[in-house]
């Protein structure tokens, strides 16, 4: 008995020991995290300004947790401020004291704030926490906009002009804040639920939500894992997902990614104030600074002037800031469509041709004593302002009745544009003779009747009926 209390006391005197030696060698690898920490910030050049620390806690394996990092500028300006996160460091830089940009292996971030710009040259710099609050507040005005009755073109009005001149032309910045010059990282960097502001030129996103995985080398790839949540700013959408790599072995980096993008509202880019929402599914390829995107859209519903489309779906190329549209196909008033089109992201000019066939007659007018089905070809034009977009184009139908007046065809030309929809060079063609009128038109939903007149089939002559 005597012997097994003996080693019961030897084993609590070891685990003691050892749970003392441990922790002790986790307090030396805390104050040495800390010390490689700021030595590591007090002579790396790649952050500009300084980085602090409020509080951390390391162990022995590398793996350090910290509260309240904070990035101050050369100016005393705040960078980023995570409120906490983690990160994982070479041990054996720890026990020798060396530092290099390869030190840190992981960093995970929780709950950070972000606000990054791409310049014309591609290289990326983070701005002050004070560009990131301006770009939020920007997004934030044009998404309350745009779930309210205002058009794009009365958000641009609300948006004063200097406002938009330091939009479209970012202050001039004499250094970067972030400087890789040509330095080696390899770590891995983890985002949860983090806050990014992003810029390229006039676009301008935030995206909300962000968890992201992001495996870093610089001289072979960046391997993405990126998802969001809702996001705004050039454009409004309930989320979406980046993953695939970006190769960085070449001279050019390249493009190898699969893009999905959930709900995104065209309203927000400017195109016709539509404001059923698009999802989008897309391979993204090409070299740094120009993606090459090609992919599928689908529309659950789309409701344009006039015209009420449902199962929408169709294919898209962007190059270049221009979007194209092929192959776009989907139900309209009890008949089918198809379309093709571009957008310029920049410019905002848009152009949409499409074909409809076997159309209701009674759906499209609104009126079911109209019994035919009509042919329609129309455009749509816009140069930026979705005020002035004009629909346009021509209808022939077959044979058919009004009430219980047969007709051989009914045919014409229309137009549509700031709510006025005119009708032109309409011909009905029926037993009787020829029905003409050379315009009539809808105003804001009241009609607007021109001169109608008949064509006797036997005699030629032309009687004013109306």
């Not at 609590?12 to 060698?25: C, E, I, K, R, S």
């Amino acid at each position: 008995m005597q012997i097994k209390k003996k080693y019961i006391y030897i084993v609590l005197g070891l685990w003691a020991l050892l749970t003392v030696t441990y922790f002790t060698l986790c307090k030396i690898a805390s104050d040495q995290a800390m010390f490689i920490f700021n030595k590591t910030m007090s002579a790396q050049k790649v952050l500009k300004g300084s980085v602090t620390l409020g509080s951390i806690d390391a162990d022995i394996w590398g793996r350090v947790a910290f509260q309240n990092l904070v990035w101050l500028d050369t100016d005393g300006q705040p960078i980023v401020h995570v409120p906490q996160g983690r990160f994982k460091v070479s041990t054996w830089d720890i026990i020798t004291r060396t530092i290099s940009t390869s030190t840190i292996k992981e960093l995970e971030l929780d709950n950070a704030l972000f606000a990054v710009r791409f310049n014309r040259k591609m290289q990326l710099d983070i701005f002050e926490q004070a560009q990131a609050k301006r770009v939020i507040d920007r997004a934030e005005q044009k998404e309350a906009v745009l779930s309210g009755n205002e058009t794009a073109a009365e958000l641009e009005d609300m948006i004063p002009e200097r406002s938009r001149g330091q939009e479209r032309q970012p202050r001039v910045r004499h250094e970067l804040n972030l400087d890789l010059d040509n330095k080696r990282l390899k770590m891995q960097v983890v985002l949860n639920n983090c806050t990014l502001t992003a810029g390229y030129r006039s676009r301008y996103f935030v995206l909300n939500e962000v968890n992201a995985t992001l495996d870093i080398d610089t001289q072979k790839k960046i391997a993405i894992d990126f998802v969001t949540g809702k996001f705004g700013g050039t454009m409004v959408g309930d989320g979406l997902e980046i993953k695939g790599d970006i190769g960085l072995a070449q001279q050019i980096p390249h493009y190898d990614l699969h893009l999905e993008l959930y709900n995104v509202l065209p309203a927000s880019l400017g195109i016709a104030d539509i404001k059923d929402t698009v999802s989008i599914t897309a391979a993204v390829t090409g070299e740094l600074p120009s993606p090459v995107i090609d992919g599928h859209l689908t529309f659950r519903e789309l409701n344009i002037p006039g015209l009420h489309f449902s199962k929408v779906r169709g294919d898209l190329h962007y190059e270049d800031a221009l979007l194209k549209f092929t192959n776009v196909t989907g139900n309209v008033f009890g008949g089918t469509v198809e379309a093709f089109g571009d957008y310029h992201l920049d410019t905002k000019y848009y152009n949409i041709d499409a074909l409809g066939h076997d159309l209701l007659g009674s759906i499209a007018a609104r009126n079911g004593k109209i019994k035919c089905k009509v042919e329609l070809d129309f455009k749509i034009r816009s140069q930026g302002d979705p005020k002035t977009a004009l629909t346009y184009g021509s209808f022939r139908s077959g044979k058919g009745s009004y009430y219980i007046i047969p007709f051989d065809s009914i045919s014409g030309e229309f137009s549509n544009q700031n709510k006025r929809l005119e009708f032109k060079n309409v011909v009905i063609e029926t037993k009787m003779g020829t029905i003409k009128t050379d315009a009539f038109e809808i105003v804001k939903g009241k009609l607007h009747i021109g001169e109608i007149y008949l064509e006797e089939p036997e005699s030629g002559q032309t009687v004013k009926i109306i």
